[in-house]
């Protein structure tokens, strides 16, 4: 006979979303199950998403700066260290994060079941472990946060071996001589900066003019010259026919117009499919949409009342910070707890090299919206700070309304763009006037003074 | 087996080489055979990022045996090309870089080491269950969305230890003696195989992940392994995996779930049931590099 227990909340996923929802109904005393189909705690986030990114993306940073300092040091590190230490820093980072995770669970009191969930009804599950032995749990409420993986393209063999996905890049054993990424994503962006700045030879294809077409222009402008002067190139408007390995040495690239494109591998970043497969969410009286996803509303709550879904798997904006605030207010939500004003002002923060960030309304949505908008401008390089730094680029925009004294939205790109953007978050958090950008004072010599630099771009406007 | 089962005088002579073995292996006191000049070749082409296929068929043309040895794998079922292969040149652009790198290597390896008179038929069964180890180690890498790149190297070499053991007894018997029994061999290799394949790993200049599995692949050790490459576990459950290959009338799939790998790779029935689907391609593809 199978064994059954009883909770009052059972969390499917234990990425950001499934985390946060769960600690937010064990902190309401709740008796709160948590399943993960993984041996680890922390989902895609810690093990192949966000936190390797950024760990590789910061361990590429320090060793090219290590590796410019030749009038310093008198050395040459052989390319195979490079992959090696990369890799090895990448793995301690993320067995870190992962303990820390696990540690705050087991803490919080939650029951932990390691096996993939399936439901039986809309209030029971059954896990099945390993050894293929079920567990069945019922509650009264559950959270599906099941995450996402690498989309598989129908035309594009993915190996493992030459043509990667965003998982199997993060295992790479040397650093191939050139790269193919095709997408122009977050992903995809992120990834073919991290190796162009490592001296792979990249080339990223997409369909789009300009990668990253959310992010404001000027942002994306001065990440294609930085990219391009590491050696990369991005190649737009461009329709993907066929994408392979010769089965010699190289794949190969063919475009809609033609054009082919060789390289020792590829990185294939075309988005990502929430993981539902191995739910059965119809035993629960769910119908996936015809993306793949689970449909909410506004509270994360799905058409099954006492069921939400939280995370990748409701599709975009599909970051980790969003993710773990739906968590938290889906369970808030569902135990009518007061889960706060609702965040008016997410930031987004892309990790390419450089980074890019932003938060509030581009400049067209302030037009659209405002009838017009002023926009005041600080570039890095003329900023102390941007100068003692080595800054070549970096760039400031701050978008206020016609009147030049509502601020309405910041983009920034550059090195420390998604810490600097949270200034500009509490700004328009608080509707702060833009003269007290200029009227308070900043730590000297900071990037901070690029705020004060675009509020007198945007003062010396207003006063035409 | 153990030294119970084999009788006294067997086991006085078994327990006086492991000690003497032991002792040679950890004083360092050893003449380890060197790794084949073409397969060290074949390993600093595979690593040198500016090199080219020109340079691997170069090196394979100088040797007529190896040539000989790709061409009949080129012609082999589980590479068959559409028409038959030919020539050297045709056959290297059929398989690829990494396949001739690492079938070089491999044969190299397979003709330098793996051959001990008086032992042919046991070497062969190490040599298939070395290879089907290397095969099956890329399709579990592969399932694991993990790189494959490196799994077929620590596979194929992952019992490096057990041939050397075979040179090593018969370095240190006296040759007008009579044969020793493979049971009496396979005692020692048991004891020994792992510390003398870290041993000649490390004299080989292997790359690191490669030693790492060779030292830690077993059950008992896979976990202490540090490597991201994972190298030893995938290692660990291929070599589970490859006794069924070598050996059909052994498998017992349960057995082969219920091992504490198969969890910590995380597998599920259905992606062990996957790989057991394998088992014939794996075979087939063994055998083509042994016929």
Request: glycine share 8%.
């Given at each position: 006979?199978?064994?059954?227990?009883?909770?009052?909340?059972?969390?499917?996923?234990?990425?950001?979303?499934?985390?946060?929802?769960?600690?937010?109904?064990?902190?309401?005393?709740?008796?709160?199950?948590?399943?993960?189909?993984?041996?680890?705690?922390?989902?895609?986030?810690?093990?192949?998403?966000?936190?390797?990114?950024?760990?590789?993306?910061?361990?590429?940073?320090?060793?090219?700066?290590?590796?410019?300092?030749?009038?310093?040091?008198?050395?040459?590190?052989?390319?195979?260290?490079?992959?090696?230490?990369?890799?090895?820093?990448?793995?301690?980072?993320?067995?870190?994060?992962?303990?820390?995770?696990?540690?705050?669970?087991?803490?919080?009191?939650?029951?932990?079941?390691?096996?993939?969930?399936?439901?039986?009804?809309?209030?029971?599950?059954?896990?099945?472990?390993?050894?293929?032995?079920?567990?069945?749990?019922?509650?009264?409420?559950?959270?599906?946060?099941?995450?996402?993986?690498?989309?598989?393209?129908?035309?594009?063999?993915?190996?493992?071996e030459?043509?990667?996905?965003?998982?199997?890049?993060?295992?790479?054993?040397?650093?191939?001589?050139?790269?193919?990424?095709?997408?122009?994503?977050?992903?995809?962006?992120?990834?073919?900066?991290?190796?162009?700045?490592?001296?792979?030879?990249?080339?990223?294809?997409?369909?789009?003019?300009?990668?990253?077409?959310?992010?404001?222009?000027?942002?994306?402008?001065?990440?294609?010259?930085?990219?391009?002067?590491?050696?990369?190139?991005?190649?737009?408007?461009?329709?993907?026919?066929?994408?392979?390995?010769?089965?010699?040495?190289?794949?190969?690239?063919?475009?809609?117009?033609?054009?082919?494109?060789?390289?020792?591998?590829?990185?294939?970043?075309?988005?990502?499919?929430?993981?539902?497969?191995?739910?059965?969410?119809?035993?629960?009286?769910?119908?996936?949409?015809?993306?793949?996803?689970?449909?909410?509303?506004?509270?994360?709550?799905?058409?099954?009342?006492?069921?939400?879904?939280?995370?990748?798997?409701?599709?975009?904006?599909?970051?980790?910070?969003?993710?773990?605030?739906?968590?938290?207010?889906?369970?808030?939500?569902?135990?009518?707890?007061?889960?706060?004003?609702?965040?008016?002002?997410?930031?987004?923060?892309?990790?390419?090299?450089?980074?890019?960030?932003?938060?509030?309304?581009?400049?067209?949505?302030?037009?659209?919206?405002?009838?017009?908008?002023?926009?005041?401008?600080?570039?890095?390089?003329?900023?102390?700070?941007?100068?003692?730094?080595?800054?070549?680029?970096?760039?400031?925009?701050?978008?206020?309304?016609?009147?030049?004294?509502?601020?309405?939205?910041?983009?920034?790109?550059?090195?420390?763009?998604?810490?600097?953007?949270?200034?500009?978050?509490?700004?328009?958090?608080?509707?702060?006037?833009?003269?007290?950008?200029?009227?308070?004072?900043?730590?000297?010599?900071?990037?901070?003074?690029?705020?004060?630099?675009?509020?007198?771009?945007?003062?010396?406007?207003?006063?035409? | 087996?153990?030294?119970?089962?084999?009788?006294?005088?067997?086991?006085?002579?078994?327990?006086?080489?492991?000690?003497?073995?032991?002792?040679?292996?950890?004083?360092?006191?050893?003449?380890?055979?060197?790794?084949?000049?073409?397969a060290?070749?074949v390993?600093?082409?595979?690593?040198?990022?500016?090199?080219?296929?020109?340079?691997?068929?170069?090196?394979?043309?100088?040797?007529?045996a190896l040539?000989g040895q790709i061409l009949r794998i080129a012609n082999s079922p589980a590479y068959a090309a559409?028409?038959?292969i030919?020539?050297?040149?045709?056959s290297?652009?059929w398989l690829g870089?990494n396949i001739l790198a690492s079938l070089a290597f491999t044969v190299s390896v397979q003709s330098g080491v793996f051959k001990v008179?008086?032992y042919e038929k046991e070497i062969q069964a190490l040599w298939r269950q070395a290879l089907a180890t290397g095969l099956y180690g890329k399709e579990i890498a592969r399932r694991?969305?993990?790189?494959v790149e490196n799994a077929f190297l620590c596979g194929i070499l992952h019992t490096i230890?057990k041939p050397?053991?075979?040179?090593?007894?018969?370095?240190?018997?006296?040759?007008?003696?009579?044969?020793?029994?493979?049971?009496?061999?396979?005692?020692?290799?048991?004891?020994?195989?792992?510390?003398?394949?870290?041993?000649?790993?490390?004299?080989?200049?292997?790359?690191?992940?490669v030693?790492?599995a060779i030292?830690?692949y077993?059950?008992?050790?896979?976990?202490?392994?540090?490597?991201?490459?994972?190298g030893?576990?995938i290692t660990c459950l291929a070599d589970h995996l490859a006794s069924a290959v070598v050996d059909p009338s052994s498998l017992d799939e349960?057995?082969i779930?219920?091992?504490?790998?198969?969890?910590?790779?995380?597998?599920?029935?259905?992606?062990m049931?996957a790989l057991f689907e394998l088992k014939e391609t794996i075979q087939q593809s063994v055998e083509s590099f042994l016929t």
């Amino acid at each position: 006979m199978t064994s059954s227990s009883s909770y009052d909340l059972i969390v499917i996923g234990s990425g950001p979303a499934g985390q946060k929802a769960a600690i937010q109904g064990a902190k309401a005393g709740k008796h709160v199950a948590l399943i993960e189909q993984t041996r680890e705690v922390g989902g895609a986030c810690v093990y192949q998403g966000t936190i390797p990114s950024k760990t590789l993306r910061e361990t590429a940073l320090k060793m090219v700066q290590f590796l410019h300092a030749t009038d310093v040091f008198d050395f040459r590190m052989r390319d195979d260290l490079k992959i090696a230490s990369l890799m090895t820093r990448l793995d301690k980072v993320v067995r870190a994060h992962g303990e820390f995770m696990a540690e705050q669970i087991s803490r919080n009191g939650i029951d932990r079941f390691h096996g993939r969930a399936q439901f039986q009804s809309d209030r029971e599950i059954k896990v099945q472990g390993l050894d293929g032995k079920p567990t069945m749990l019922s509650a009264p409420l559950l959270v599906i946060a099941t995450g996402s993986r690498p989309r598989v393209p129908d035309n594009i063999p993915i190996d493992h071996e030459n043509i990667l996905d965003s998982d199997s890049i993060l295992s790479l054993v040397y650093l191939p001589k050139s790269l193919t990424v095709l997408g122009g994503g977050v992903i995809a962006s992120e990834y073919a900066s991290i190796f162009a700045l490592l001296g792979v030879q990249v080339t990223m294809i997409d369909t789009a003019d300009r990668p990253l077409k959310f992010m404001d222009k000027e942002l994306t402008d001065q990440f294609c010259e930085a990219f391009e002067k590491t050696g990369g190139s991005y190649r737009g408007q461009q329709k993907i026919q066929s994408a392979q390995w010769d089965g010699f040495s190289k794949v190969i690239t063919q475009l809609g117009n033609g054009e082919t494109f060789e390289s020792e591998k590829m990185l294939v970043a075309l988005g990502r499919v929430a993981n539902i497969e191995h739910l059965n969410v119809q035993a629960a009286g769910l119908t996936p949409t015809a993306r793949g996803l689970v449909s909410v509303n506004d509270h994360c709550q799905t058409t099954v009342n006492h069921i939400y879904a939280v995370g990748d798997v409701i599709g975009p904006p599909s970051l980790a910070s969003c993710s773990m605030e739906q968590g938290r207010r889906a369970v808030c939500h569902a135990l009518k707890l007061d889960s706060g004003d609702v965040p008016e002002h997410i930031p987004m923060g892309i990790y390419t090299i450089p980074e890019m960030s932003s938060v509030g309304l581009s400049e067209q949505e302030a037009i659209d919206q405002y009838g017009g908008a002023l926009v005041g401008r600080a570039n890095f390089q003329e900023i102390a700070r941007g100068q003692i730094s080595g800054m070549t680029n970096g760039l400031l925009k701050m978008i206020v309304d016609t009147n030049g004294e509502k601020l309405l939205g910041v983009h920034i790109v550059g090195e420390g763009a998604t810490e600097l953007i949270h200034i500009g978050q509490m700004g328009l958090l608080h509707n702060i006037h833009i003269d007290r950008f200029v009227e308070n004072i900043f730590n000297f010599p900071t990037l901070a003074e690029t705020y004060r630099v675009a509020a007198l771009d945007i003062a010396k406007q207003r006063k035409k | 087996m153990s030294l119970a089962s084999t009788c006294p005088t067997e086991q006085a002579e078994i327990e006086a080489l492991l000690s003497r073995l032991t002792i040679q292996l950890e004083q360092e006191a050893l003449d380890l055979p060197l790794l084949p000049v073409v397969a060290t070749q074949v390993l600093q082409i595979s690593g040198d990022p500016n090199a080219d296929v020109t340079k691997l068929s170069a090196l394979i043309q100088q040797d007529q045996a190896l040539a000989g040895q790709i061409l009949r794998i080129a012609n082999s079922p589980a590479y068959a090309a559409r028409s038959p292969i030919v020539s050297l040149q045709q056959s290297i652009a059929w398989l690829g870089m990494n396949i001739l790198a690492s079938l070089a290597f491999t044969v190299s390896v397979q003709s330098g080491v793996f051959k001990v008179k008086g032992y042919e038929k046991e070497i062969q069964a190490l040599w298939r269950q070395a290879l089907a180890t290397g095969l099956y180690g890329k399709e579990i890498a592969r399932r694991n969305r993990h790189n494959v790149e490196n799994a077929f190297l620590c596979g194929i070499l992952h019992t490096i230890g057990k041939p050397l053991i075979i040179h090593l007894i018969l370095q240190n018997t006296d040759k007008e003696s009579p044969q020793l029994s493979w049971t009496m061999i396979d005692t020692i290799i048991q004891e020994l195989s792992i510390l003398a394949g870290g041993k000649l790993a490390e004299a080989w200049q292997l790359p690191e992940p490669v030693q790492e599995a060779i030292r830690f692949y077993p059950d008992e050790t896979y976990h202490q392994a540090t490597s991201p490459t994972k190298g030893a576990i995938i290692t660990c459950l291929a070599d589970h995996l490859a006794s069924a290959v070598v050996d059909p009338s052994s498998l017992d799939e349960a057995a082969i779930c219920a091992l504490p790998v198969v969890q910590d790779l995380n597998f599920y029935p259905e992606d062990m049931d996957a790989l057991f689907e394998l088992k014939e391609t794996i075979q087939q593809s063994v055998e083509s590099f042994l016929t």
